[in-house]
């Protein structure tokens, strides 16, 4: 379930969690979702035309970088990554016409981009996606700082969860993901850092953090920039 906590740090600042979590009817979005969702730009995010950004993962073991370009309007995807020799890959795909791409774009590279606009644009998505539950459940220990807040449950998969600590200017400061099933990590906890604004919207390039406690990762972005509506310009991040 998705759930939304607020909470008081040690120096008195007041931090909110919201956790995001599939289910399978619409529900009611408590205000302070919406009130998250604006700072990171909800209400201006139809003047968007399109968002570039490349994705990077560090970790001691797995490393990835791909980059994208996403139009909103259309759900027009361009992908550049590599594949796991090493060898360049470029898509562009409509993702209502999926099902008539190659193997590699259906079972690689839009689950990856779905995981990648997710990570970018993740406070957004708490509002725009309403088959998600978002309640309020109390006060939380932060997962890496010092003090409390309140707590959100949540997740893309069923059976994930995902924590968002919400500050007192309602920008997530920290979030925890905890995975369901087989497979490594089974938790991811993170700071969100460098906010930058690309146009209307506000994003969080640097996001280090721990799997499973003690191994250390790290989610960046680069090249983060979005085309305005009767724009060809990039305005980019800064």
């Known amino acids: 379930m998705t759930k ?71 759900d027009r995807v361009s992908y550049e990554g590599k594949d796991k020799s090493g060898k360049p890959v470029t898509a562009t795909y409509l993702r209502s016409q999926l099902d008539s791409q190659p193997a590699n774009v259906k079972s690689e590279i839009d689950p990856a981009f779905v995981n990648d606009q997710y990570t970018l644009l ?12 978002v309640s309020e459940m109390g006060m939380q220990k932060l997962p890496l700082g010092k003090g409390s807040a309140e707590k959100s449950e949540g997740g893309y998969t069923p059976g994930d969860t995902w924590d968002l600590y919400i500050g007192p200017d309602k920008r997530v400061q920290e979030f925890a993901y905890h995975r369901a099933g087989h497979g490594q990590p089974k938790l991811i906890t993170a700071a969100w850092e460098d906010y930058k604004k690309a146009g209307p919207l506000l994003i969080s390039t640097n996001r280090p953090g721990k799997a499973n406690h003690v191994i250390p990762s790290r989610v960046f972005f680069t090249d983060v920039a979005v085309k305005l509506t009767g724009s060809d310009t990039w305005v980019t991040a800064q």
């Open 122 to 133: 993740f406070p957004l998505h708490v509002y725009w996606d309403s088959w998600a539950d």
């Open 4 to 74: 939304l906590v607020r909470a008081t740090t040690i120096c008195s600042a007041f931090i909110g969690a919201l956790i995001f979590s599939a289910i399978s009817q619409a529900q009611t979005r408590p205000a302070v979702a919406k009130q998250i969702a604006d700072v990171y730009g909800l209400e201006a995010f139809e003047q968007i035309e399109a968002i570039r950004y490349t994705f990077h993962l560090e970790t001691p073991g797995p490393r990835f970088t791909r980059s994208w370009v996403w139009e909103p309007k259309t």
